[in-house]
């Protein structure tokens, strides 16, 4: 795939800037936009076609080999797939075992069926806790959660997130809400293993629908989609955006359902299906280099073969779901290490980011096996978001999706103002906040999109070979930082852990001072 990108790397940049350059100033020339976004689209979808074929030549056989060992041992292919190297399969009992032990097979692992997150009740809460929830909020500035992450001087430049897509894997959204009205949506649905394998399906395949009670969106898009692109409504909310308000679009892929579950439901998904929607988003869709995920390991293994910046929500295990996070019990799995994992934040309702303040619920670091997740803080509480099924916003009293999606919107920005690449987006992220010492509440601080855009020239990517090194020259004035992020080397490790492990090259990164010739 790399060979091939970087073959016509000139003829892609050439129609990338053109669609760029138009999609800025779309407010003069708009008939202009899709034509031009059409004219890239098409290029890079030819590039991806070319590469995916050289892929098929070269894995079709090998693959078939493996499906041809399955068949042997008394199982079923189910899908194949190219975009990673992957066969979903049924095996007998005790078959694992013999077809893991091939050369071929790097290993088998179990699909943990459903994933089931929280169950929704159509219970209308309290009356008392209604009207001190509205008593709260009437005194609180309606402030977007843009504005805590300093994006509003980017705004004042005309830099709003034109030009990029976010795909958003997740329960559907609801186009209608006028607080979405002009954001370009699309949708896809991709539920057929939660149909084919789970009883109680009882949601609608339209991305376009997203069924909701109160207290619980499903986990669906309407509420991240108003954080990513809101572009303002009637009744005092003309000028309220979100992050990047100006995006050319929001990708829907819909992968999440509810079922039935005694007298109410769940929301939850299959692997399976997560896995199909991520297949047919880099093939067909290679425009798309910001995405919001629920199952992270699976984000991980695309993210990092795409180049796609992905950020995911910090977990905690299940067991402590129920009570604020104490530090040190980030699950292991929270946060794979090539992605931006955050820290929830309560930005009171206002753009002053001097009362900011940790979320009680946000989980804390590090994880249990010790990586220093999370990376990043961004807004989760204190703001309004799309309430779904309704024509109003709702406050946000407590983090969801709605965290993740603040920092592609952050992304976006800095994607249209030239930084293009996943990892030199995470390295500036990082690098602009305000701390210098990672500490388990904060990670490495809140998202500062205007030191941020303040520190983009300084940004430089390259690769080094095993056993060498590379040396970078600038020059710097005062205290300062710099940060290194790096691609992490996929190893298969023990088929019984779930997800997939990985691991990281090992890396350092040291800073010499020219003129006396030491750190």
């Known amino acids: 795939m790399r060979r091939t990108e970087e073959a016509a790397r000139l003829q892609l940049e050439l129609y990338e800037s053109r669609y760029q350059s138009v999609a800025e100033r779309a407010w003069f020339w708009p008939q202009a936009v899709e034509a031009s976004y059409r004219e890239w689209v098409e290029v890079q979808r030819e590039v991806r076609r070319t590469a995916f074929e050289e892929i098929e030549r070269v894995l079709g056989p090998e693959q078939q080999a493996v499906a ?23 095996l007998p009992e005790r078959a694992a075992e013999r077809v893991g032990q091939d050369d071929r097979v790097a290993g088998v692992w179990p699909d943990p069926g459903a994933m089931v997150w929280e169950e929704v009740r159509a219970e209308k809460p309290a009356e008392g806790m209604r009207e001190a929830s509205d008593q709260r909020w009437e005194t609180i500035p309606r402030d977007p959660p843009g504005l805590s992450m300093g994006a509003g001087p980017l705004w004042d430049r005309g830099i709003n997130g034109a030009g990029e897509w976010i795909a958003l894997l997740c329960g559907g959204v609801d186009p209608r809400h006028p607080i979405l009205r002009g954001v370009r949506l699309e949708s896809r649905s991709f539920l057929t293993w939660a149909k084919t394998w789970f009883t109680g399906f009882a949601d609608q395949e339209d991305a376009f629908v997203e069924q909701s009670y109160p207290g619980s969106s499903f986990l669906g898009c309407t509420r991240p989609a108003s954080v990513i692109a809101a572009r303002g409504m009637e009744g005092g909310w003309e000028n309220y955006r979100g992050v990047a308000w100006g995006v050319s679009g929001l990708m829907i892929l819909k992968v999440i359902a509810r079922f039935q579950s005694g007298t109410g439901y769940v929301a939850g998904l299959t692997v399976a299906d997560s896995v199909d929607a991520w297949e047919w988003l880099v093939r067909n869709r290679p425009e798309v280099k910001l995405a919001v995920d ?17 950020a995911v929500q910090s977990e905690v295990s299940e067991s402590q779901i129920s009570q604020p996070t104490r530090q040190g019990e980030l699950d292991r799995y929270a946060s794979l290490p090539s992605l931006v994992a955050v820290a929830e934040v309560d930005i009171r309702g206002t753009r002053d980011r001097a009362d900011d303040v940790l979320d009680r619920w946000s989980p804390r670091g590090p994880t249990t096996d010790g990586q220093r997740k999370p990376d990043l803080a961004v807004p989760a509480v204190g703001f309004w978001v799309a309430k779904p099924g309704s024509t109003e916003l709702e406050a946000l009293a407590q983090g969801a999706g709605e965290a993740r999606s603040a920092l592609p919107g952050a992304a976006a920005l800095l994607r249209q103002a030239g930084v293009r690449r996943a990892l030199e987006l995470k390295a500036l992220l990082i690098n602009s906040t305000t701390r210098t010492q990672w500490s388990p509440e904060w990670g490495w601080g809140a998202v500062d999109v205007e030191r941020a855009y303040a520190q983009r020239q300084g940004v430089v990517s390259g690769a080094v070979a095993p056993g060498s090194r590379a040396y970078y020259r600038g020059s710097v004035e005062g205290a300062f930082s710099t940060t290194l992020a790096w691609n992490r080397q996929v190893q298969m490790g023990d088929p019984n852990n779930t997800p997939w492990p990985g691991c990281l090259a090992n890396l350092d990164l040291r800073v010499y001072r020219e003129s006396k010739g030491r750190c």
């Not at 194949?80 to 066969?87: H, P």
Request: net charge positive; proline share 2%.
């Open 294 to 310: 629920k199952p992270r390991w699976v984000l991980e293994y695309y993210a990092t073969t795409y180049d796609i910046f992905g």
């Open 68 to 90: 041809n060992l399955v068949e042997s041992v008394g199982g079923r292919l189910l899908r194949r797939y190219s975009a990673i190297s992957l066969l979903l399969v049924e």
